[in-house]
């Protein structure tokens, strides 16, 4: 009796029969060509064109611009893509706009004048300016230096007795046109006069010099000083912001700060100034007309 044989050895004996695939002409039945092949070389083939087609498939999406039709791969990118370009729009529209406030800004400080409508944020954004542009610490100091000593030797300028000049003859821009609420009172400890104006306007230097303090005190809040020639220091007081820094350079008439009511020793807008010559108070209004 014969052994009957296992599933798999059946299986085994299948795939390893030999079949002959055989080409016709429909016409004329005549044998184009034929082949000799088993079950197993048949999976095998069939296998490898699935294998390579997934592998081919993969290579495609992965490295092609066809992944972009994948759903969900393509939204991805196309949103990281666009977020990179609003992101570069929006810094240049920010840089544009520094430009133009730059520009603006600079042609106040020419002509000495701030608009009456400027705001607080404004006034802050005129310090952009010089952080556009990048500077070396060490050129920069030179720089005002050089400024400086061109300045307190030279300017107004062209007349060499100008430090042995009186100071009665020494013109003196106003710093602000306005009403005198307080006098100059020495006895009383008020070294200086009190200008009332509008909110916002430009405070003004009253002579070239170079600015020796720019700072913030709780009775006189933002305070601004400048050393003139002569040995004069002119002194700004109560101010809502300081449009210079210490060490800057600047010229008769050109906006040093903005009037405010800063500190506890102010009731109101107002700008108290001060000028001290060889560290004694003068009466301003002896050198200034305010009105």
């Not at 044989?5 to 060509?33: A, D, G, H, P």
């Not at 069939?46 to 290579?59: D, E, P, Q, T």
């Not at 001060?274 to 007309?289: F, N, Q, R, S, T």
């Given at each position: 009796?014969a052994?009957k044989?296992?599933?798999?050895?059946?299986?085994?004996?299948?795939?390893?029969?030999?079949?002959?695939?055989?080409?016709?002409?429909?016409?004329?039945?005549?044998?184009?060509?034929?082949f000799?092949?088993?079950?197993?070389?048949?999976?095998?083939?069939?296998?490898?064109?699935?294998?390579?087609?997934?592998?081919?498939?993969?290579?495609?999406?992965?490295?092609?611009?066809?992944?972009?039709?994948v759903?969900?791969?393509?939204?991805?990118?196309?949103?990281?893509?666009?977020?990179?370009?609003?992101?570069?729009?929006?810094?240049?529209?920010?840089?544009?706009?520094?430009?133009?406030?730059?520009?603006?800004?600079?042609?106040?400080?020419?002509?000495?004048?701030?608009?009456?409508t400027?705001?607080?944020?404004?006034?802050?954004?005129?310090?952009?300016?010089?952080?556009?542009?990048?500077?070396?610490?060490?050129?920069?100091?030179?720089?005002?230096?050089?400024?400086?000593?061109e300045?307190?030797?030279?300017?107004?300028?062209?007349?060499?007795?100008?430090?042995?000049?009186?100071?009665?003859?020494?013109?003196?821009?106003?710093?602000?046109?306005?009403?005198?609420?307080?006098?100059?009172?020495?006895?009383?400890?008020?070294?200086g006069?009190?200008?009332?104006?509008?909110s916002?306007?430009?405070?003004?230097?009253?002579?070239?010099?170079?600015?020796?303090?720019?700072?913030?005190?709780?009775?006189?809040?933002?305070t601004?000083?400048?050393?003139?020639?002569?040995?004069?220091?002119?002194?700004?007081?109560?101010?809502?912001?300081?449009?210079?820094?210490?060490?800057?350079?600047?010229?008769?008439?050109?906006?040093v700060?903005?009037?405010?009511?800063?500190?506890?020793?102010?009731?109101?807008?107002?700008?108290?100034?001060?000028?001290?010559?060889?560290?004694?108070?003068?009466?301003?209004?002896?050198?200034?007309?305010?009105?």
């Open positions: 009796m052994e044989k296992s599933t798999w050895q059946s299986f085994k004996e299948r795939m390893q029969n030999t079949y002959r695939l055989i080409v016709l002409n429909n016409e004329t039945l005549e044998e184009v060509n034929s000799n092949l088993t079950l197993l070389n048949l999976y095998v083939a069939i296998c490898s064109f699935i294998v390579l087609g997934a592998l081919l498939f993969f290579f495609l999406i992965s490295f092609t611009p066809l992944k972009r039709l759903p969900g791969y393509g939204e991805l990118s196309s949103n990281r893509e666009l977020l990179y370009l609003y992101k570069k729009i929006d810094t240049l529209t920010h840089l544009a706009e520094s430009q133009q406030l730059y520009i603006d800004n600079f042609r106040h400080y020419v002509t000495g004048e701030i608009p009456q400027l705001d607080s944020s404004d006034v802050d954004a005129e310090i952009i300016p010089e952080e556009l542009v990048e500077r070396i610490e060490e050129d920069e100091i030179l720089r005002k230096e050089i400024q400086l000593e300045d307190l030797s030279l300017a107004d300028n062209s007349d060499p007795s100008f430090k042995d000049r009186k100071l009665e003859h020494i013109h003196m821009v106003s710093p602000i046109k306005g009403t005198i609420s307080t006098s100059f009172q020495p006895s009383i400890d008020h070294y006069v009190d200008v009332l104006g509008p916002n306007t430009a405070i003004k230097a009253v002579m070239d010099g170079i600015v020796i303090s720019a700072d913030w005190t709780l009775e006189t809040g933002n601004l000083a400048i050393q003139h020639h002569n040995d004069v220091i002119s002194v700004y007081k109560h101010n809502s912001r300081l449009l210079k820094h210490a060490g800057d350079v600047v010229t008769a008439g050109e906006a700060a903005i009037i405010g009511n800063s500190g506890t020793l102010s009731d109101g807008p107002h700008l108290h100034f001060e000028i001290w010559h060889d560290g004694v108070p003068l009466d301003p209004e002896k050198y200034i007309v305010f009105n």
